[in-house]
C-alpha cells in the first residue's frame, strides 16, 4: 500500500482490511499507530534493498560497476513488466509524504537509504573504486535509479531505467582504479 499510494493515501482501516486481520491486533503490535507501522515498513524497505544488491553483486560472474548496477536495475525492469508500474519504492513514497512533517519518519527514510548504500559501497571497493569515490557513485546509482522508477511509473515505460544503465554504465566502470582491483 505504502508503494502504490504512499503514506497520506493509506488508511489505517485499509491496512487492517488487507491484512486481514482484527484491528485490535493492529493496536496491539503497533501502539504507535501508523507513524509505529510505516516506521517500520521503512527499516524493512531499506534492508530488502541492501538484500537486493547483495544478491546482486553474487550474480555476477564478472563483476563490474556497469553490471552491478545493471543488475539491481533489473530487479526494478522485470517487476514493472511482470506486474505493471503501480508500485514505486517506499522510501520515496515515504519522503514525498512526510519529509517535512514527520522528523521521525524522514529520519527512519534517511536510515534506509544508508542501509541501501553500504552494500554498493562495500561491492565497488571491491570491485577496485577508492573509498571516497564509491560512496558518491552509491549516491549516484541510488538518485539515477530513483528517478529513473519515477519516469518509468509515469510513462509506463522501462525506457528510462534502460537509459539510466547505458549511460551511467560508463562512468561507473571509469572509476575503478585498475591497480587497485581484486
Not at 563483476?63 to 522510501?91: K, M, N, Q
Not at 573509498?131 to 535509479?145: D, E, F, G, N, P
Request: hydrophobic content about 45%; glycine content about 8%.
Amino acid at each position: 500500500m505504502l508503494r502504490t499510494q504512499g503514506l497520506s493515501g493509506t488508511g489505517m482501516r485499509e491496512v487492517v482490511a488487507h491484512a486481514e486481520a482484527p484491528r485490535g491486533s493492529l493496536q496491539h503490535y503497533f501502539p504507535g499507530g501508523k507513524e509505529q507501522l510505516f516506521g517500520e515498513a521503512i527499516d524493512w524497505a531499506g534492508r530488502y534493498a541492501a538484500r537486493r544488491v547483495t544478491r546482486a553483486m553474487d550474480s555476477l560472474t564478472d563483476p563490474t560497476p556497469s553490471a552491478l548496477f545493471a543488475a539491481v536495475v533489473e530487479y526494478w525492469r522485470a517487476e514493472f513488466l511482470d506486474i505493471g508500474y503501480d508500485y514505486g519504492c517506499p522510501l520515496v513514497a515515504t519522503v514525498t509524504d512526510t519529509a517535512a512533517s514527520s522528523e521521525p519518519l524522514r529520519e527512519r527514510a534517511n536510515d534506509a537509504f544508508a542501509q541501501w548504500r553500504k552494500p554498493i559501497v562495500s561491492a565497488l571497493q571491491q570491485m577496485g573504486v577508492p573509498a571516497a569515490r564509491a560512496a558518491s557513485l552509491a549516491v549516484l546509482m541510488i538518485s539515477a535509479l530513483e528517478g529513473a522508477l519515477v519516469l518509468a511509473r509515469v510513462e509506463h515505460s522501462v525506457t528510462a531505467l534502460d537509459t539510466v544503465v547505458e549511460e551511467l554504465g560508463p562512468v561507473l566502470d571509469a572509476a575503478v582504479d585498475k591497480r587497485r582491483r581484486r
